[in-house]
Antibody
């Protein structure tokens, strides 16, 4: 079955970086985009960006201008999210999510998020 | 960015009640609208996509409707497992944006 398994909780100091992995299984990795989202305590979900796992193209929210890097390792069916220059407001649960839309021949047809990782808690505190 | 606003923010209901949640977008998202259910400490679960299409395995008591800027999620007969927070999300444009959530509580 389709699974997305994220790396474990992180505690970081302000100004540091965090890198979270999302290992996928149960489907063809390059056929579906992977998105990253986060949810601060008691807040709504916030979309951060996505990667076309077929051609490695990335689109990120302007909210994270210059701080967010999304990469993939096709051989490991894994996507990574790195957020730099952390501040206390980045404390949140971070999720990867699989798009139900299809990617192929260089194009993606984005859709809703039909499978999610279990979430990774990132705490930023001095 | 497209702003998504849900109402109500909290809803108290009993098992067996018919429940309706509304989601309004600040501009048209056509039918590129999804609904998710989230329980405490868990990841969201997709219920409805393309405004009215049920995800595989979702009970038939969940239904969605709407077009443009106004959408609804209806639970025809609330079950104990349905007490959770529900979010709408548009995927017509980037950044993808979510409503603030509607918490369905036991009355």
């Amino acid at each position: 079955q389709v699974q997305l398994v994220q790396s474990g909780a992180e505690a970081q100091k302000p100004g540091a970086s965090v890198k979270i992995s999302c290992k996928t299984s149960g489907y063809t990795f390059t056929s579906y985009p992977i998105h990253w989202l986060r949810q601060a305590p008691g807040q709504r979900l916030e979309w951060m960006g996505w990667i076309n796992t077929d051609n490695d193209r990335v689109k990120t929210s302007q909210m994270f201008q210059g701080r967010l890097t999304i990469t993939r390792d096709t051989s490991a069916s894994t996507v990574f999210m790195e957020l730099s220059s952390l501040r206390s407001e980045d404390t949140a649960v971070y999720y990867c999510a699989k798009d139900r839309g299809y990617c192929g021949s260089g194009n993606c047809y984005p859709d809703a998020f039909n499978m999610w990782g279990q979430g990774t808690m990132v705490t930023v505190s001095s | 960015d497209i702003q998504m606003t849900q109402s109500p923010s909290t809803l108290s209901a009993s098992v067996g009640d018919r429940v309706t949640i509304t989601c309004r977008a600040s501009q048209s998202v056509i039918t590129w609208l999804a609904w998710y259910q989230q329980k405490p400490g868990k990841a969201p679960k997709l219920l409805i996509y393309k405004a009215s299409t049920s995800e595989s395995g979702v009970p038939s008591r969940f239904s969605g409707s709407g077009f443009g800027t106004e959408f609804t999620l209806t639970i025809s007969s609330l079950q104990p497992d349905d007490f959770a927070t529900y979010y709408c999300q548009q995927y017509n444009d980037y950044p993808r944006t979510f409503g603030q959530g509607t918490k369905v509580e036991i009355k």
